[in-house]
């Protein structure tokens, strides 16, 4: 799911098309201007406030769904509404996950959920395809790229390009999902999909399933940079902008976690360079 990021949307592109993916699939959330013409290869859903309201269920896979296996949960209780506990948070970007997964998945192999500010990166040598190609098994449902989350590099205005203007990173628990379409059975997440029962979770590193997005594991292979703030200007313009679910008030919780990414990435760099 996007919106506004129109000045940033050709670098995201490019750098995905040469890593070697094949098609873009774009939920423009009620973006200004919106989004057009951004290439034979970029399908564009514009996703505006109709979808809020209205639940999307999974397109279950019959193949593989076994309902004394699930424990008994029907479909229909899985409907992709809203965030738990957070009922005005994000539930538009649930929504447009599954309904990619319900409309597009059976046409991929793999099918990766990630945000404008997110750019997969891998091995150097290598395309995308050499690297799943290299990880898939015929039990895995989804392989977890493990977040490098970057500061604003000390940036106070915009930037043209962000892989060049902010270089200050750590690793951060979270992932986010590569996934066998056919293999995924409804999104209650934005990080790890539920697969169905036959099939497992895993990291670049071979860890599976248990407390997969806690475990400290590596980002060698494939990895996903998080440009979570970019600059100051982006942060008070984009971060503080938006409306969400938080125990705080919406601008000092963001304001925090702003100050906690720039302290984490400059230790972290720190340690780096000390090697």
């Not at 057009?36 to 514009?46: A, F």
């Not at 229909?76 to 990619?100: G, M, N, V």
């Not at 490098?148 to 940036?155: A, I, K, Q, T, Y």
Request: glycine share 4%; aromatic share 16%; hydrophobic share 30%.
């Amino acid at each position: 799911m996007i919106q506004n990021d129109q000045e940033y949307i050709s670098e995201w592109l490019d750098h995905h098309r040469d890593l070697g993916i094949d098609h873009f699939y774009l939920y423009d959330n009620e973006s200004t201007p919106r989004y057009e013409n951004l290439g034979e290869d970029v399908t564009i859903t514009y996703w505006d406030e109709n979808y809020y309201f209205e639940p999307i269920l999974p397109k279950l896979n019959h193949k593989y769904y076994d309902h004394v296996k699930m424990g008994g949960t029907q479909y229909t209780e899985l409907q992709t509404t809203h965030w738990p506990f957070s009922p005005e948070r994000d539930s538009k970007q649930f929504k447009a996950y599954q309904h990619c997964l319900n409309e597009y998945g059976d046409r991929h192999d793999w099918l990766a959920f990630i945000d404008s500010d997110e750019f997969i990166n891998i091995k150097e040598g290598y395309k995308i395809k050499d690297i799943l190609n290299h990880f898939d098994r015929p039990e895995l449902g989804q392989l977890l790229m493990k977040w490098r989350v970057f500061s604003s590099s000390g940036h106070k205005t915009k930037q043209p390009l962000q892989k060049e203007a902010y270089t200050d990173w750590y690793p951060d628990y979270q992932v986010k999902p590569f996934v066998k379409p056919d293999r995924i059975f409804a999104v209650k997440s934005l990080h790890i999909l539920p697969t169905y029962p036959s099939f497992y979770s895993m990291t670049e590193d071979g860890i599976i399933d248990a407390n997969i997005s806690k475990h400290t594991h590596t980002s060698d292979i494939i990895w996903v940079n998080h440009y979570w703030s970019r600059s100051r200007q982006d942060f008070e313009e984009t971060k503080l902008s938006r409306k969400g679910g938080t125990t705080l008030r919406y601008d000092e919780h963001y304001e925090a976690k702003y100050n906690f990414i720039e302290q984490r990435a400059a230790y972290h760099m720190r340690k780096l360079n000390q090697k």
